[in-house]
Each structure stands twice: as structure tokens, then as C-alpha cells.
């Protein structure tokens, strides 16, 4: 089955810093999507990614889907306390049942002070 | 508002207990999923339902089973429950958007339950 690698597993930053982290699929996806998961939260809906190459910015978050449609990232530009959580991606795939999505193990990212 | 609600955010259960886990959604959709989340693994989809009274097999079903009687409601069902289901349950819901302009998945808070 569809397999979705997101890399690293963890991640620490001085406050201030950039952070990226990279999800990669086994198969080619017809979109990907960016979760974020507070410390002792529920996943939360960021950004979709449809179209080969995308680009789209969200403040200090930028998205890319790469132009294979099987790889992306997320890139934070000088991270701030309110950044720390988890980071997951989610591929939907070309074939396969409507709406399914398969989520990557996630970034957990601590920002310090 | 958009809202997703489980049943109970903690629950502790005996080995071979059968356990119902709840979930309401109050936006009409269409789809509703149960995931497991561990760490180091990341959400793990068990069971989805596209549609009242059906249901389609995740990656992980074994030991589960669901059931969808209402649009709103997708219960999981632990059959005998064991100790290596202990985990965090989280239920989300998506609408079925006329060419797939936003899969959005809404999650509810979660529930943790504890196998002794």
C-alpha cells in the first residue's frame, strides 16, 4: 500500500531559527495536505497542495509540492514559541478510495526560548 | 462552527471488554474516519465511511469494527479489547466537495483509552 515518509522524526530550534521538514511518498499523490497538532491537541488543518510544483505561503509557513506530485515540505521562517507542535502531511492518492488520506509519522518540532 | 465530538477524552477498559467509541459530527458530511495515533507512527486510519451504513477497511482494522447508522454518528467498536490498543482514537470528518477543491479532514478532541 501507499507508504508517506516524513522526515526528521524530531526537531529543535532556537526561537528564531528556520525549520523544514519533508514528507515523501511511495506513489504519486493527487494532493497533499499539512496538518499541525498542538501539545495535547487534535490534528488541525493548514494547507492543501493540488497542482505539480505549488508554491503557497502562509505568513511565515511556506508549503511546496514537489513536481512529481510525490514529495513536499514545510518551511518555517524564523520560528516563534507559538510554532511548537507536531507537523504532519497527508497524501491522497491518484487511485485508491475517495477522501482516504495516508498521514506521515509527523515532526515534532520544540522551539526554545 | 465546525464541530467533531467523541464520547469520552479518557477511558481505562479491561482486557477482552468489549468498548464503544463515539463520535458526532454537526456538518453533514459525508465522510468520517477512525485513526489510532501512536508515537513515532502518526495517525494510522483503521476505518472510514463514505456514506450512512458503509464503511470501508483502513490500513489497521484487525480487532476493530465500526458502525454508521446516522449521517452524524460513527461508532468504533473494540470486539474484545487487548492491551495493545491502548492508544489515542481520533475521529475526523470531510465533506464530499464537487471536484475535490478541499479534502479537509475536521478531528474531534480524541480519546485516550487505557487497556489493563
Known amino acids: 500500500g501507499q507508504q508517506v515518509m516524513q522526515i526528521p522524526q524530531y526537531q529543535h530550534v532556537q526561537e528564531g531559527e528556520d525549520f523544514t521538514t519533508y514528507c515523501n511518498s511511495s506513489?504519486?499523490?493527487?494532493?497533499i495536505q499539512w496538518y499541525k497538532q498542538r501539545p495535547g491537541g487534535h490534528p488541525v488543518f493548514l494547507i492543501q497542495l493540488v497542482k505539480s510544483g505549488e508554491v503557497k505561503k502562509q505568513k511565515r509557513l511556506t508549503f511546496q509540492f514537489g513536481e512529481a506530485k510525490k514529495n513536499s515540505s514545510l518551511h518555517i521562517t524564523a520560528t516563534q514559541t507559538t510554532d511548537v507542535g507536531t507537523y504532519f502531511c497527508?497524501?491522497?492518492?491518484?487511485?485508491?478510495?475517495?477522501?482516504?488520506?495516508?498521514f506521515g509519522s509527523g515532526t515534532q518540532l520544540t522551539v526554545l526560548p | 462552527d465546525v464541530k467533531v465530538t467523541q464520547s469520552s477524552r479518557y477511558l481505562v477498559k479491561r482486557t477482552g471488554e468489549k468498548v464503544f467509541l463515539e463520535c458526532v459530527q454537526d456538518m453533514d458530511h459525508e465522510n468520517m474516519f477512525w485513526y489510532r495515533q501512536d508515537p513515532g507512527l502518526g495517525l494510522r486510519l483503521i476505518y472510514f465511511?463514505?456514506?450512512?451504513?458503509?464503511?470501508e477497511k483502513g490500513d489497521i482494522p484487525e480487532g476493530y469494527s465500526v458502525s454508521r447508522e446516522k449521517k452524524e454518528r460513527f461508532s468504533l467498536i473494540l470486539e474484545s479489547a487487548s492491551t495493545n490498543q491502548t492508544s489515542m482514537y481520533l475521529c475526523?470528518?470531510?465533506?464530499?466537495?464537487?471536484?475535490?477543491?478541499?479534502?479537509?479532514?475536521?478531528f474531534g478532541p480524541g480519546t485516550r483509552l487505557t487497556v489493563t
Open positions: 506513489t504519486t499523490l493527487s494532493n
Open positions: 497527508a497524501g491522497m492518492p491518484v487511485r485508491g478510495s475517495a477522501r482516504q488520506l495516508t
Open positions: 475526523a470528518s470531510s465533506p464530499n466537495v464537487p471536484g475535490g477543491s478541499s479534502d479537509e479532514q475536521y
Open positions: 465511511s463514505y456514506d450512512v451504513k458503509m464503511k
